[in-house]
């Protein structure tokens, strides 16, 4: 959700959508990728440490995947029955000023139209 106060200031709420952060990242595989590669041998060695990690990443990626696709169903269950808190960061001008979380989705309706009236919410997160 983004949205602009009386002072044209930008605001934005990132719900996190899934139960735990990402423990795999793909960036770490492409930080090794080479900007250009040719036809001569030297380009194969300057892609080799791309490719390690790629190999080596994959697995992990596609595991990781599999396991959030299977527990989606829980996850969702156990948010709206509140067991799991919904996670919500505000952010003002592209700099994060809090962390929040909610119990359950009546909570998570009723926090987004707050900050979202309050623009700036007042002593950080809860």
Known sequence: MRWKDESGTKWR????????????????AFEHA????GDDPISA????PFLLVFAVMLPFWLAELLL????APFV?????AGA?????????????????SADGHGELVRLRHELRRMGSPAGGGH
Do not use: C, D, M, N
Request: proline share 8%; aromatic share 10%; net charge positive.
């Open 13 to 28: 709420l990132r719900q996190q959508r899934l139960a735990w952060p990402r423990w795999v990242k793909p960036e770490v």
């Open 45 to 48: 060695i300057i892609a080799l």
């Open 68 to 71: 959030r696709l299977l527990l």
């Open 84 to 100: 799991i808190p919904y996670r919500l960061k505000l952010y003002k001008a592209g700099r994060l000023t809090g962390s929040y």
């Open 34 to 37: 080479p900007s250009g590669l």
């Open 76 to 80: 969702a269950v156990l948010r709206l």
